[in-house]
């Protein structure tokens, strides 16, 4: 049976239609008829949160995994505000999530009625659409009903918000069957083969073409615009950027010495990262970049090769690097076994020092919220993804960055497939690099929030089995622990490090590298 309210049923039928299959819900007597309803679907696959801010990251990692839409629900007042996060986040990946808030009929909004605030444009510009639907009393209603929830559900690439009014009484479930709804259908254009070849022919007749990827980015790019930055001979005439953020400031600072920039994305947003940004080509980047690969391989690039050739000395060094213990020796370590393993997983790392390791050590595809580059939601954003795959998902996170969204443990969602690595240095290491910060007296308080917290009574709380390591030993004894143990839990290995050891062994890296 399903909730007597007619615009929740007219939702619930064209989510089904618009194959919306997983939902993140949160507690709440406002939204009880839609949480309901979504439970009673067998096409939706319900996942209870009951932090709402670490619940809009669980969706944004779930659509990250599935490559479609995801629900979150939330009930009305400020829980919708505690989404805005996950969602900001969202919008700039290009993520779509969809955002069901139930509300107060629109007469009590500001007159002190509890759970109750403006909703409709809650989430401002972070949403490509927002719509608040009417309670229908007739036959207009329920077609302007149907229109906005169509109009809401037809983006593909961007965050939406459907606000849905329903008065009291809340909890009848009366209703057989759901409406049979019209569904309205978006057929998007594939990029033609005439555009295709026409970017990879202005590429290939560039005299220095470069080809530029965010997430995953190129491989000790950082490190090689460090060792040529002053070296004209190396800047680029013409970049193909396929999208996706770059995390380096050094490497967007060289890039904008080039002459142009093309942009290939799926939405034809324009981000001119370079600030010389002449041409956006709306499609598939990763179709754009396998075509140029494939040409070079039948007419190698002169330009291409020299930068092949720098690339590949700086991997060398970068290799051959052993750092003492410290979270760089961590994630070394890491990335090395991981190697190894015959199984398929996915990596995720978090934000500030956990994805700089990254850039420096990891050659597969990885996942950061670097939309806006927060750390609110990392953990909650892996575990999400984790539990609508088989695969194992593995976390590397900073201490801030745990702390600060431990609640993403905090419910029943969760199995061994989830495997964390703890970086903790007692702070947000990050600052110890930021040149002249150092002279201020608030740096370690206040700035880098110094704490002596450790995740064992987190785990403890959470049924999460927990490591730890305090030594070089521990640690390489602990990484196969982490990747390979059988457990029907969460795994944890934190990694207990000095924050002036990690800022040596990252400053002693980049000196070690020369051409």
């Not at 618009?18 to 939902?23: D, E, L, R």
């Not at 499609?283 to 690339?311: I, M, S, T």
């Not at 609508?388 to 996170?397: A, F």
């Amino acid at each position: 049976m399903f909730s007597n309210k007619e615009n929740v049923n007219i939702l619930t039928s064209l989510l089904v239609a618009h194959g919306v299959s997983h939902a993140v819900v949160c507690p709440g007597s406002r939204n009880a008829p839609i949480v309901h309803n979504l439970n009673e679907c067998p096409q939706i696959f319900c996942y209870p949160v009951t932090d709402e801010r670490s619940a809009g990251f669980y969706a944004l990692g779930m659509s990250q995994a599935l490559g479609k839409p995801v629900a979150v629900c939330v009930t009305s007042g400020t829980a919708l505000l505690n989404l805005a996060p996950a969602v900001a986040e969202a919008y700039y990946q290009h993520t779509p999530l969809i955002v069901i808030s139930a509300d107060r009929p629109p007469q009590w909004i500001d007159q002190l009625e509890g759970q109750t605030l403006p909703q409709p444009d809650a989430l401002g510009r972070f949403v490509s659409k927002a719509v608040s639907l009417p309670e229908p009393h007739d036959d207009e209603e329920r077609w302007y009903c149907n229109r906005m929830v169509n109009e809401a559900l037809m983006e593909r690439h961007a965050p939406v918000h459907i606000n849905v009014p329903i008065s009291e009484p809340l909890f009848e479930f009366t209703i057989e069957r759901l409406p049979k709804e019209r569904k309205i259908e978006l057929v998007e254009a594939e990029m033609s083969s005439t555009v295709l070849n026409h970017v990879v022919r202005m590429f290939m007749l560039a005299k220095r073409p470069m080809l530029i990827s965010g997430q995953p980015m190129n491989v000790h790019l950082d490190e090689a615009v460090k060792l040529v930055a002053d070296n004209k001979s190396y800047v680029p005439d013409f970049v193909l950027y396929i999208g996706g953020s770059i995390v380096s400031k050094r490497v967007k600072r060289f890039l904008r010495k080039a002459k142009e920039t093309w942009a290939v994305n799926m939405t034809g947003e324009v981000n001119d990262t370079f600030m010389n940004l002449t041409k956006v080509i709306q499609g598939d980047g990763a179709v754009v970049a396998d075509l140029v690969r494939f040409h070079l391989e039948q007419q190698p690039h002169p330009f291409v090769q020299k930068w092949d050739k720098l690339l590949a000395s700086v991997h060398q060094q970068a290799e051959a690097y052993e750092p003492a213990y410290s979270q760089m020796a961590a994630v070394k370590e890491f990335e090395s076994q991981l190697r190894f393993l015959i199984e398929d997983y996915w990596v995720h790392y978090a934000n500030s020092s956990a994805i700089r390791l990254a850039n420096i050590n990891a050659h597969h595809q990885v996942f950061c919220n670097r939309g806006v580059n927060g750390i609110e939601g990392s953990l909650s954003t892996a575990a999400g993804f984790s539990v609508v795959v088989d695969e194992k998902v593995y976390c590397v996170i900073g201490d801030l960055s745990f702390f600060y969204d431990q609640n993403a443990l905090w419910n029943q969602n969760l199995s061994g497939n989830l495997r964390i690595l703890l970086l903790n240095n007692g702070r947000g290491g990050i600052f110890n690099l930021l040149k002249g910060l150092e002279k201020s007296a608030a740096r370690d308080k206040f700035v880098a929030a110094e704490h002596h917290v450790s995740a064992e009574g987190i785990c403890q709380q959470n049924g999460v089995e927990y490591r730890k390591a305090t030594s070089m030993e521990e640690m390489q004894q602990g990484i196969p622990w982490l990747l390979e143990t059988k457990s029907e839990h969460p795994l944890l290995l934190e990694v207990l490090t000095d924050v002036d050891e990690d800022e040596r062994a990252y400053r002693a890296y980049y000196q070690s590298l020369s051409i």
